[in-house]
């Protein structure tokens, strides 16, 4: 959540939204959505999970022109931010359970390592989807046992998806025409607080991470190597002359 949009004042949805079709089964909810008090979001986050499994996706919904004025102001490339809106949330959602404690500088370096990916989209493998019964590309990068996809096949919207436990191939998306499926009313503003109640009554309402009582090995690779340290006295190694 935009930290501005904490603030509590509710905002109205006014642009199409996209979730998977009926044929995914399982519980739905509004996640979260990004945005400034009181004016319409940037972006809003559908969750997804399957019925009686661990895998879900969370598909975003990113009103081009509006996404663009906000994270491109100064004429960045608008699709390394797409791309990075979606593996933020591949480096969030993989991540254990709290009481796994983090290492020192761990998230700053998978924050830095998802933004310099981000920049390379155009690398990031083809996997194909469904929008609206057509056949369209999307590009898709994995991490940690999880994966972010993103599709520019709308004219009026960018479609970014973060799932794990499920495959990011073969996805079909349809526009959200009963917001209620997702225990909101999408036409009604929406608020910080009702969201977070939904939430919270609802223990299925989130992504679970691929592992949960440890890092997966991709995240282990930027855990700082306390080997490289210089030594307590700081003093340098004698040269042998």
Request: glycine content about 10%; overall charge negative; charged content about 25%.
């Amino acid at each position: 959540m935009d930290s501005n949009a904490a603030a509590g004042k509710p905002q109205v949805v006014d642009f199409q939204v996209y979730g998977l079709d009926e044929k995914f089964h399982g519980p739905r909810w509004v996640d979260f959505f990004e945005g400034l008090p009181g004016t319409p979001p940037w972006a809003l986050w559908l969750g997804h999970r399957e019925l009686d499994a661990d895998g879900g996706v969370r598909v975003g919904t990113l009103p081009r022109q509006r996404y663009e004025s906000v994270m491109c102001p100064n004429g960045k490339d608008p699709l390394a931010e797409v791309a990075f809106s979606g593996a933020f949330g591949v480096v969030n959602v993989t991540l254990p359970d709290s009481s796994v404690p983090r290492p020192d500088g761990l998230i700053p370096a998978l924050v830095e390592h998802a933004e310099q990916q981000s920049r390379r989209y155009s690398d990031w493998p083809v996997v194909w989807w469904s929008i609206e019964g057509a056949e369209v590309r999307a590009r898709v990068w994995r991490f940690a046992g999880g994966w972010a996809a993103f599709s520019t096949a709308l004219d009026d919207v960018y479609l970014v998806a973060v799932g794990t436990g499920m495959e990011p191939q073969n996805l079909s998306f349809e526009p959200v025409t009963d917001g209620f499926v997702y225990g909101t009313d999408l036409s009604a503003p929406l608020d910080l607080a009702e969201l977070g109640r939904q939430k919270s009554v609802r223990p299925e309402a989130w992504l679970l991470p691929p592992r949960r009582d440890g890092f997966h090995p991709d995240q282990l690779a930027f855990v700082p190597d306390e080997s490289e340290e210089p030594d307590e006295a700081g003093e340098p190694e004698e040269s042998g002359a």
